[in-house]
């Protein structure tokens, strides 16, 4: 049979979020992962920067940098650190290198390929997008800290509401067309555009609900998230 190739864009909120490392979701990640690989799943993991990203982007603001360039790249650099961490902790299934360019495109081997961000521009949303079309997934699942989307940020509108299932045109009406480093939008603008050219499905959800997760990779949409294509 051959191996099902899965793309996730995990947040570096799962990673390392308000508490530090969070090391009760990453034990549980990795046997989630090596359950599936033992049913036939090859993974592409694109990782964020999440709280080590946007803590070395708040000091850079204060002491001066403020360029969307400079604020970019050391958010990229926060990625690489997250996804080199990941790799190491899957050992041998994990590819011995990870992604930091859109020109990588090495002969994978191993069950795992680990990626961080590449360039400015645009969040690791984007690497997984085109991550997917280039490995042939036609999913694409976003774990992040959050169930759903909402048609209005639900921390500022009481009367926002969730949505299960959006098409790529209205949900761009609703994270715009626009980039800002750092922005914690729950699908990059850059990156949904490309997706909707690719028409590509992508899912966003709670990390920690695995097993919706293990639903979704079986093409199942009957999950707590948001479905957009």
């Known amino acids: 049979m051959k191996d099902k190739v899965a793309v996730l864009s995990l947040g570096g909120s799962m990673i390392n979020g308000k508490e530090g490392l969070n090391a009760v979701f990453l034990k549980q990640f990795r046997a989630f992962i090596l359950s599936q690989v033992k049913d036939g799943y090859r993974f592409v993991i694109v990782c964020g920067g999440g709280r080590v990203c946007r803590e070395y982007q708040d000091a850079a603001k ?3 940098v403020n360029t ?3 604020l970019d790249w050391i958010g990229i650099q926060a990625t690489h650190l997250n996804a080199n961490f990941m790799r190491l902790l899957f050992g041998k299934l994990a590819y011995k290198e990870i992604i930091k360019s859109e020109k990588d495109n090495f ?3 191993t069950k ?3 990626s961080g961000g590449w360039k400015p521009g645009h969040s690791t949303d984007y690497d997984a997008v085109v991550l997917a079309k280039r490995y042939g997934a036609k999913t694409v699942v976003n ?3 959050i169930e759903y989307v909402f048609d209005k940020d639900p921390n500022k509108f009481a009367d926002a509401k969730k949505i299960e299932n959006i098409s790529w045109k209205d949900f761009r009406k609703i994270v715009g067309n626009k980039w800002v480093p750092g922005a914690n939008a729950p699908f990059d603008p850059i990156a949904s555009r490309e997706a909707e050219k690719n028409k590509l499905k992508v899912v966003v959800m709670n990390g920690n609900n695995l097993k919706d997760l293990g639903k979704v990779l079986k093409g199942e949409e009957k999950i707590v998230g948001t479905i957009i294509k």
């Open 112 to 114: 795992i390929l680990f």
């Open 68 to 70: 969307d360039l400079d």
């Open 62 to 64: 204060a002491v001066g």
């Open 143 to 145: 774990l992040s800290n």
């Open 107 to 109: 002969k994978w081997n």
